[in-house]
C-alpha cells in the first residue's frame, strides 16, 4: 500500500521561504515520476511543480517559475518543493502524488495515492 506524508508547511510573511516534503513508503520511489499540486479554498487542485525519477527533469507552472524549485533524493524516498520568496496568492495547501497515468504531467488526474496534503499561508 502507497503512502504518502507530506511536511513542511505553515504560516509565513510574503517573502519568506519554505521548504515542503513529501515522503513515499510502499513503492520503489526510484521508479517514480512525482508532482505537487495545490488547492486554493473554492477551487481545483492546481499544477505547481513535478519531477521525473532520475531529477534531471523538472517542470513548473508559470506562475512559480522563478521561485520556487522541485527536487529529489532518491536514497530517501522524499521529493522536496523549495519556495522563495512566498507569495498571499500561494496560499493553499500542498499536495503531492506519484505520476500513475500516461495525462500530461500538469493534470492532476494523471496521478494518484495522494497524501493528505500541507498547509501553507502567506500572510501580506
Known amino acids: 500500500q502507497v503512502q504518502v506524508v507530506e511536511s513542511g508547511g505553515g504560516l509565513v510573511q510574503a517573502g519568506d521561504s519554505l521548504r515542503l516534503s513529501c515522503v513515499v513508503s510502499g513503492r520503489s520511489f526510484s521508479n517514480l515520476f512525482m508532482g505537487w499540486f495545490r488547492r486554493i479554498p473554492g477551487q481545483g487542485r492546481e499544477f505547481v511543480a513535478a519531477i521525473n525519477w532520475n531529477g534531471l527533469s523538472t517542470y513548473l507552472a508559470d506562475s512559480v517559475k522563478g521561485r520556487f524549485t522541485i527536487d529529489r533524493d532518491n536514497a530517501k524516498n522524499t521529493v522536496y518543493l523549495q519556495m522563495n520568496s512566498l507569495k498571499p496568492e500561494d496560499t493553499a495547501v500542498y499536495y503531492c502524488?506519484?505520476?500513475?497515468?500516461?495525462?500530461?504531467?500538469?493534470?492532476?488526474?494523471?496521478?494518484?495515492?495522494w497524501g493528505q496534503g500541507t498547509q501553507v499561508t502567506v500572510s501580506s
Open positions: 502524488a506519484p505520476r500513475t497515468s500516461g495525462a500530461p504531467y500538469d493534470n492532476f488526474e494523471s496521478y494518484s495515492d
